[in-house]
């Protein structure tokens, strides 16, 4: 069974900084490409920031672009989200998902995050 577990959630002031991290089980970890996604309430959720299965590649929403870092260390079956200089509007259920192939998409349960003074 896969399960993605994400932890690191909280609340934290404007100018702040958070890690988020995701745990896997159930799966070859490093063969999938990981994400981090976003829902505020009201709206869609959003594509955060990626990262391939070796951690070669990233890529980034323009909204965070210079203030998120996603890595992942495939020895320990884990993707992380360094979060700096966070704003309020970067409050959300944070969602990890990893996917292969084109057809496998698994996601974990959401963190939440607000930023709030």
């Known amino acids: 069974q896969v399960q993605l577990v994400e932890s690191g959630g909280g609340l934290v002031q404007p100018g702040g900084s958070l890690r988020l991290s995701c745990a896997a089980t159930?799966?070859?970890?490093?063969?999938?490409?990981m994400s981090w996604h976003r829902q505020a309430p009201g709206k869609e959720r959003e594509l955060v920031a990626a990262?391939?299965?070796?951690?070669?590649?990233?890529n980034y929403a323009d909204s965070v672009k210079g203030r998120f870092t996603i890595s992942r260390d495939n020895a320990k079956n884990t993707v992380y989200l360094q979060m700096n200089s966070l704003k309020p509007e970067d409050t959300a259920v944070y969602y990890c998902?990893?996917?292969?192939?084109?057809?496998?998409?698994?996601w974990g349960q959401g963190t939440q995050v607000t930023v709030s003074s």
């Open positions: 990262i391939s299965s070796a951690g070669g590649s990233t």
């Open positions: 998902k990893g996917s292969y192939g084109g057809r496998y998409d698994y």
């Open positions: 159930g799966l070859t970890f490093s063969i999938y490409a």
